[in-house]
């Protein structure tokens, strides 16, 4: 997966991380993407500045709370993660092909198991607004 994000989109799995927790916590901080992906701030902070370089994140004051800064993903930020999320998307299909149907559902099942765990994780960073899009396909 690394190698075809590379590649195709000049991008690391750390990047897409970071670019999906943007889109599906909009507001997040970076001390909360660091939380969630068990890192240090210091490595995040890398890849924040470097994608802020490139034009795919900004950073703005939360509202209310001038000393909190939240990132959002850019216009260009966005066509990036969804060019990227095909990639993917397309990879994890080729992966999947090769199980039958009950290992498909089963294996759906863990996802949906792990995304809990991550919605729950995100809860209790005080990440208020979630968005749960990646919805299992029968």
């Known amino acids: 997966m690394d190698y075809l ?30 939380e ?12 924040i500045k470097l994608m802020m370089k490139k034009g795919f ?4 004051n939360a509202l209310g709370d001038k000393r909190k ?14 060019k990227s999320k095909k ?3 397309k990879e994890f299909g080729s992966f999947c092909s090769v199980l039958s149907e009950k290992e498909k559902k089963e294996t759906s099942h863990i996802f949906e198991k792990i995304w809990k765990k ?15 899009h990646l919805k299992h396909k029968k």
């Open 5 to 34: 994000l590379k590649k195709e989109m000049n991008l690391s799995s750390s990047q897409y991380a970071v670019l999906l927790f943007c889109d599906l916590f909009p507001n997040i901080s970076q001390q909360q993407i660091a």
């Open 36 to 47: 969630m992906r068990n890192c240090t701030e210091a490595s995040i902070s890398r890849t």
């Open 57 to 60: 994140l900004q950073r703005d």
């Open 69 to 82: 800064k939240e990132l959002l993903l850019t216009s260009n930020g966005k066509i990036l993660l969804e």
């Open 87 to 89: 990639i993917v998307g």
């Open 118 to 132: 991550v919605s729950l994780r995100a809860e209790h960073l005080d990440i208020i607004k979630c968005h749960h």
